[in-house]
């Protein structure tokens, strides 16, 4: 009987180590790999080329934003990738503009993770606003693509003061 009870005692341990163990093989290098395509996303944001922009989401990705207007109400819209890549790749050289990551938090659980990025936003060297960026991605048989993001807009608790 104390064999036994040994036995199943063994098998619980077991099975409670292995359900509390490290993370999953490859998880900070998929961690890396989805902080590069965001890193890419700017990259192509800051050069306003298209290619590069296109290179990092999926098919038919969502673009979203939300944010508070003037009078303290919340408002939420929908924005159409082709206008947004349009709206980039349109600004002229005389503007100046730098969306400035600030922090990092990304999770990951085999074929998805999330991507929470603060930012702040200048334009011509002047604050404009900051936010959170939260991207969704996909790992397409080993290549990740943003298919959501979505972003928050603001000036209040923006800058250290």
């Known amino acids: 009987m104390k064999t036994i009870f040994t036995l199943i005692l063994s098998l619980f341990v077991v099975v409670q180590l292995s359900a509390q163990g490290p993370n999953p093989d490859g ?83 085999r074929t998805m993770a999330n991507a929470w990025v603060g930012y702040e936003f200048w334009l011509n060297d002047q604050f404009s606003h900051c936010g959170i960026n939260s991207f969704q991605l996909v790992n397409f048989d080993g290549e990740w693509k943003i298919i959501y993001l979505i972003d928050t807009r603001g000036r209040a608790g923006c800058l250290d003061e």
């Not at 109400?73 to 002229?92: D, L, M, V, Y």
């Open 27 to 109: 998880y900070e290098a998929d961690k890396a790999a989805v902080k590069k395509v965001i890193e890419t996303f700017f990259d192509g944001f800051h050069k306003q080329d298209s290619t590069i922009i296109n290179s990092t989401v999926a098919d038919h990705v969502v673009l979203q934003t939300t944010g508070r207007d003037k009078e303290g109400k919340t408002r939420f819209r929908n924005e159409e990738f082709s206008k947004f890549i349009q709206s980039i790749t349109s600004i002229p050289d005389s503007i100046n503009f730098q969306e400035k990551l600030t922090s990092y938090s990304i999770q990951v659980d």
